[in-house]
């Protein structure tokens, strides 16, 4: 393939994807389903045409890891904070990590039954299953009426970050232990700490900079801050999150000290200017990260009888936990908040992470490309069956003359 057919390429996959988007904007089918679909034609195409194969095992990761941080600072700025989201966020938080941990839990022990394997070998293969994608679940949710969006964006952005820091944990941690625990409390302190920091620095510097290049240096180094963190283990995604959180909510210092060095003429357009960009590259990343995952798929796992139990036993504990856990404790709306769980990005990310000696035979890419799917196709169910309203947002509970679940 000459230079020209692969520019030609690159540039038509980005005009599929913008116009996938309208597509899904009207239909409420999840964009991602329509990208996985493009990449598994191209796949075909490639062999049919003899094309010579690529190795994506390298770039893949990379351009996820990029996306995941692009999509959750572009959660981050989104989300204006007031006293009155409170419980919304508490909420949140609450259904990321109880859902996380006790899906984990169930899924480790199903793969128990399954393999025989031991439970803390299966809980962290089990942890991409118990993650909820940001990097599907925000997007699709952007014509819910705003508290159900909310709910949404902040769940899976917890369950990100959670997924990421119950990942590293099972990983570094060969025996757990009380002081395992001490150990991932004072981690949780310093990452706190250092977002901190590294929130009020480079407000300063963005306010600073003369050159008229310098969102892309902002972005360059928050990317670096969550590589360089991820070298020593730490769940520098909380950063990321806490940034953009920053930057939406500064109404909240009121102090003369922070006005004076920190809020500058030209704040508020900088701000909308790196969201529109946070937002653009996102869409770019998330384009070609799910286009490249539908190439490397292989679709006769789908077909696979075990594959398709095991998946369907994984549904089971994801939605029966999720419908349980919305109506009992959370006591939130279940619609169409119950389908939204989707796997993807970042279980696409967590599973291939996980070291060759802890990879359990019998459950491999197969199971993950399943429960991706079934995720994502039940989640377009439930958005696709509710009402929208006349100016586009979605009312609280209606369905099609159905009641509450």
Partial sequence: ?????????????????????????????PAVLLLLATGVLLKLLADAFHFPGIDFS????????????????????ELHFTPEKKKVILKSFGAAFFLLVLSS???????????????????????????????????????LMTSKKEFIVYESTFSDILGI?????????????????????????????????????????????????????????LVLIYAVGKQFHLSTLIIILIF??????????????????????????????????????????RTFFFVV????????????????ANGLGTIAVIYALRLAYLRIV??????????????????????????????????GSGLLLFVILATSLIMTYGLIRVKALPDGGMPNDEMDGDEAA
């Fill in 165 to 221: 820091m119950l990942f590293n944990f099972l990983v570094y941690n060969k025996q757990v232990s009380a002081g395992s625990f001490l150990e991932l409390a004072a981690e949780t302190v310093l990452i706190l700490a250092l977002a901190t920091v590294f929130s009020f620095f480079l407000l300063y510097l963005l306010g600073r900079i003369q050159h008229h290049i310098k969102f892309f240096l902002i972005l360059a180094i």
């Fill in 105 to 143: 839990m169930l899924i480790g022990w199903f793969f128990v039954y399954i393999t025989g394997a031991p439970f803390k070998t299966c809980l962290l293969n089990a942890v991409p299953y118990g993650t909820i994608s940001s990097a599907i679940a925000i997007p699709s949710v952007a014509n």
């Fill in 330 to 363: 959370a006591k939130v709306e279940l619609k169409p908040e119950v389908f939204i769980s989707p796997r993807g990005l970042i279980s696409i990310l967590l599973f291939f992470s996980i070291p060759e000696t802890e990879r359990l035979w019998g459950i």
């Fill in 244 to 285: 953009g959180l920053f930057l939406n909510n500064t109404q909240l210092f009121n102090f003369e000290w922070f006005k004076k060095f920190f809020v500058y003429p030209n704040f508020e357009k900088d701000l909308v200017q790196l969201h529109i960009l946070t937002a653009e590259s996102a869409f770019l990343i």
């Fill in 58 to 77: 390298i770039i893949l990761p990379v351009i996820g890891t990029i996306g995941l941080i692009l999509i959750v600072l572009e959660g981050a700025l």
């Fill in 293 to 308: 995952f539908g190439f490397t798929m292989e679709l006769s796992h789908l077909t696979d009888l075990p594959t398709i």
């Fill in 1 to 29: 393939m000459s230079s020209y057919e692969f520019i030609i390429l690159l540039c038509g996959l980005f005009i599929f994807s913008y116009l996938f988007d309208i597509f899904a904007k009207k239909t409420k089918v």
